[in-house]
């Protein structure tokens, strides 16, 4: 019988080292400040940037929103993105995505500046993470896989990872990544035929399609670690992409939904805040 990966225990010890860190900082006169801008009714993201807030709230960083409706343009949203680039109060921005469909993602993505893509999905930043460059920003759901695969231990190096999901988000940089840490790593996506083939071999499986319950415990290897990321509203319920209760009798370790890599994906937003901070203060 696996477990369940206890993640709201893994972001209360790291909260508490980032806490520590932000109070440095303004014991130098520094206060770390993010900025989000949310152009969508998803209702996802509205959860998110809530939550944003309120961890922002608990560790001292300041957060200012610029919400829009749908008759926004993508000039007003590039527009508020440039003015934010110049803010030296701001050292971090935050677009969240998904975008209303009308709006130009990439050229809004693109206009952030390198040094406050805190979200990481800045060309610049992504082309540094698949090149192994160590100074860049980490996206934040794969940087926070890692922190709980890192945090019970896996070992990565030989190990077949297999990603179901090729998204920008999650799916692409979590397999570079990966791929860094010595796993041999496989990606599945909607046009591969029979995914349990794969799935069945993966010693670390890390599932992001959005798609609830589309991996069962007979598409798991015995023993595996899995990873879900899915966020599914079932019913007034939120449940995973995995079969969660099913597949503990098959795999080690399993991340709960709720509970599990959105935790951790705050989490890694706010990491990436402070690290801005600092690097834009030249603190060593």
Do not use: W
Request: charged residues 30%; hydrophobic residues 40%.
């Amino acid at each position: 019988m696996g477990e369940k990966i206890n993640v709201k225990d893994i972001v209360r010890r790291k909260k508490e080292e980032l806490k520590d860190k932000v109070e440095s900082l303004k014991k130098l006169g520094i206060q770390p400040k993010l900025a989000v801008v949310l152009a969508s009714e998803d209702e996802a993201s509205k959860i998110y940037v809530g939550k944003k807030r309120k961890m922002c709230e608990e560790l001292g960083i300041e957060q200012e929103e610029y919400i829009f409706d749908s008759s926004v343009t993508t000039e007003k949203v590039v527009d508020i993105v440039e003015k934010l680039n110049q803010d030296n109060s701001v050292n971090g921005i935050l677009v969240q995505l998904p975008l209303f469909k009308h709006l130009d993602m990439d050229k809004i993505l693109d206009t952030i500046s390198d040094k406050k893509d805190v979200d990481g999905f800045h060309p610049l930043t992504l082309g540094k993470l698949f090149i192994g460059e160590k100074e860049t920003f980490i996206p934040c759901t794969p940087k926070g896989i890692m922190t709980i695969l890192d945090d019970i231990g896996t070992d990565y190096e030989g190990k077949h990872a297999v990603i179901v999901g090729r998204s920008r988000i999650v799916g692409k940089p979590i397999s570079q990544i990966l791929l860094k840490r010595g796993a041999t790593v496989t990606i599945c996506h909607s046009k591969t035929q029979d995914i349990s083939i794969y799935t069945r071999q993966a010693d670390i499986l890390v599932v992001a399609v959005g798609k609830p319950h589309i991996v069962t415990k007979d598409m798991i290897k015995p023993g595996a670690i899995v990873v879900d990321v899915g966020i599914n509203r079932v019913n007034g319920k939120i449940i995973g992409d995995v079969d969660t209760d099913n597949s503990l009798k098959v795999c080690s370790k399993i991340t709960p939904v709720p509970g599990g890599v959105g935790l951790t994906t705050v989490l890694s937003l706010l990491e990436n805040v402070v690290q801005a901070t600092i690097e834009q203060n030249n603190i060593k």
